[in-house]
Nanobody, 118 residues
Framework: QVQLVESGGGLVQPGGSLRLSCAVS???????????MGWYRQAPGKQREMVAT???????NYADFVQGRFAISKDNAKKTVDLQMNSLKPDDAAVYYC?????????WGQGTQVTVSS
């Protein structure tokens, strides 16, 4: 059974940084290495949107609003995917979800809340 567990959310002031982490279990390291992963977010009253994705090749892809502030990374040994977020803005406040595309199926974590406020 594939499970994704996010961590690292919290309250941060504008301009601050947070590092989100998503731990994947229920799959082998080989399958994890071959899987595309991503981070999405959903703010109240808005649709869920892509923040960043990382392919099996470890190439990252980012939404335009990221503007060089975030970095996605994948640790195949630990089976984790992290999202380093810098220069956070109030508009970045949302629940952040981890996504995994494994064997043609999509999996979501439960989400972690990010609040950006002074």
């Amino acid at each position: 059974q594939v499970q994704l567990v996010e961590s690292g959310g919290g309250l941060v002031q504008p301009g601050g940084s947070l590092r989100l982490s998503c731990a994947v279990s229920g799959i082998t390291g080989i399958i994890f290495r071959r899987s595309a992963m991503g981070w999405y977010r959903q703010a109240p009253g808005k649709q869920r949107e892509m923040v960043a994705t990382i392919a099996s090749s470890s190439m990252g892809n980012y939404a335009d609003f990221v503007q060089g502030r975030f970095a996605i990374s994948k640790d195949n040994a630990k089976k984790t995917v992290d999202l380093q977020m810098n220069s956070l803005k109030p508009d970045d406040a949302a629940v952040y979800y981890c996504d995994a595309q494994i064997g043609g199926n999509g999996y979501w974590g439960q989400g972690t809340q990010v609040t950006v406020s002074s």
